[in-house]
């Protein structure tokens, strides 16, 4: 709208001029007085506005050109990405957002973008990424100018996979068999029909079942071996209506698993040298074989050949330490020190979850030692090769047995130990793979042919009595417990040689709260510890722990029955002796006097059979005096009546 306002009062017409782009697009004049004028239909541009009068007598004047803007209309938005459609997008894939916002007046103001109902500001016209999350499929790009007009556009897309959900290990370790699981929801009803798992540019074939909507793919396979951390690449590649996708790709890290001498690394085990008799700190020389072995496939990963001299102590290690309970670890040592024999000590598939660990290497002086040569049969009288013969010896001080060596068996059964022949205290377990074959207490080793240097002792299995495992095995341990005297003990063997700290834990406790507590403890690969506990404590419960490095193997509980076993016999004794007084006493007294008698009786007897039960000779024998006792009371009587 125009309004005109005029100092002079008379005048002719008035000209309202409109120019559009620097030209004239209209011009209306007026002679009736009119002053104002309202243009319509004026579209986005520049215009500019002036004002001619004239008068009667054919004077004119022109106001000043006002300019104006005018933009009604809003940018315009187009997106080129992301797309319309994915075969499959996971948490965190990474989109490009490429728009073009123009302004038909070119007066472009700001851009901005919303995802996931969070706003993210933008420099109109430069594009940029943001990552996809689950479950929110659409994207809206907004702009507008300067004289405030707003426009946005959305982006929707579908997804082909509406989930693919892999489930893996992020790091392992070479040699490790590790499982990968996919779940997977078709947005389509389209059918699954093939699916294989490409690792590393391998293919592998994948199990595929179907529930409750979902289809699962499962794939185990070996982490290959490398020599430094390695990433690798790996995805499915799926078959679905003919065609064949790979949705998705993940890496993994194969980490490497390396033995050394500790140099560097983490610490796996540590040997000392000590002298067998004294237990004094030796300097001598130790040579070492180890390797370990995946606990599935048995493969093995890494080995190392170590050589100590003049040493004392003889450590190994293996790193990364996060990688020690995917393995079993398999070791020889052959050690020796000046005036001492050389000897060995064997490790079979111990479990690197229970390490590090510490060992001792008894070495046995020459001057005691006699050379055995050790057979071990099985129950068939079959020399059994490769088992490890755990020899413990007894230290009467510590009343501890300790693994002084633990050699191994050759293709014959045969096997060398070393015997202090002035120790009389071994036993022995025999081991292989992780089993204990037997166990052999209180052995005897007797030379009888000493001075020709052939001594031999025979081990023999299950056929003999003494060697049957009647005991429970568990991981890495194997025990057995007796009670004997009062006493329980608990003996134990350590099937991979791994010296471990064995603790047992007795507690007593009666109905009135009283307790006894006992508790032993010994680090050794086999050996017994025993606990007392005292019989005086009436309906007391025992209750009995094991634990192995802290770890608790079994707990179990016992009842310790009151005591009542009155001397002998029991108590038939006193019933019996009771039953005979009192008929001889019957038989010369009065009927009244045998009321009284009989009735003592039966009080006296009933109270032995509260404290020690019944059982059916004294109830016959109960039955039999009742019978005897009437018979004496009614001849009596009689007698009685007679008179």
Known sequence: ????????????????????????????TFTDGTRFYNKTGCTCDD????????????????TETRYYTIDILPPEITITSPLTGYAYLYPGTELDLNYIAVDA????????????????????GTNTTFNYQTGYDNITVYANDTFGNENSLTREWSLFFETFDLTYEPITYEGVVNTYTAEIDLGTSEILTAAVFNYNGTNYSSSISYSSGSYILSTSITAPSVTEDTNF??????????????????????????????STGDLLLNFSLLDEETKSVLLGDIELNAYITNKVTTTQIDEINLTYDNISYAPICLTPNASFDNYYFFLTARYESDNHVPEFYNIQQADLAEYPAYINLYD?????????LIKYQDDNLIPVEGAIIQLQRAYIGEDAYYTVEAPKTSNLGTAIVHIDLN????????????????????????????????????LIGQINPQNIIGGDVLRDFSYTIAEVNETITVSFSIPSGTASEVEIILNQEDLFGDENLCNSSIVSTGGSLSCSYNDSFSDSTLNLKIYKNDVLITDKTYMVPADTDLGFLGNNFFIVFIFLVSLVAMAYTSPEFMI????????????????????????????????????????????????
């Open 364 to 372: 046995l002086s020459s001057n005691y030692s006699t050379e055995f």
């Open 105 to 124: 007046s070119d007066r472009l103001d700001s851009c901005w973008y919303e995802y996931n109902f969070t706003i993210n500001p933008l420099t109109c």
């Open 423 to 458: 120790t009389r205290e071994y036993r022995a377990s025999v081991v292989k793979n992780g089993e204990v074959l037997g166990t052999f207490n209180n052995i005897v080793f007797d030379c009888e042919n000493e001075l020709s240097g052939l001594c031999e002792h025979s």
């Open 596 to 643: 009284f008698n009989a009735v003592l009786t039966l009080l006296l007897f009933g109270s032995l059979w509260l404290l020690q039960g019944l059982n059916f000779v004294t109830g016959i024998g109960g039955l039999v005096w009742l019978f005897i006792a009437g018979g004496i009371l009614i001849y009596k009587l009689t007698l009685q009546e007679d008179r």
């Open 47 to 62: 215009w500019a506005i002036n004002v001619t009068t004239c008068t009667t007598t054919g004077k004119c004047n022109t």
């Open 1 to 28: 709208p125009v309004n005109v306002t005029l100092t002079e009062q008379y005048f002719e017409n008035v000209t309202f001029n409109f120019y559009k782009g620097g030209a004239l697009n209209e011009s209306v």
């Open 233 to 262: 690449s790996f995805g499915y590649i799926v078959t679905i209506g003919g065609s064949v996708y790979q949705p998705r790709t993940d890496n993994q890290t194969v980490s490497n698993v390396e033995f050394s001498n500790c």
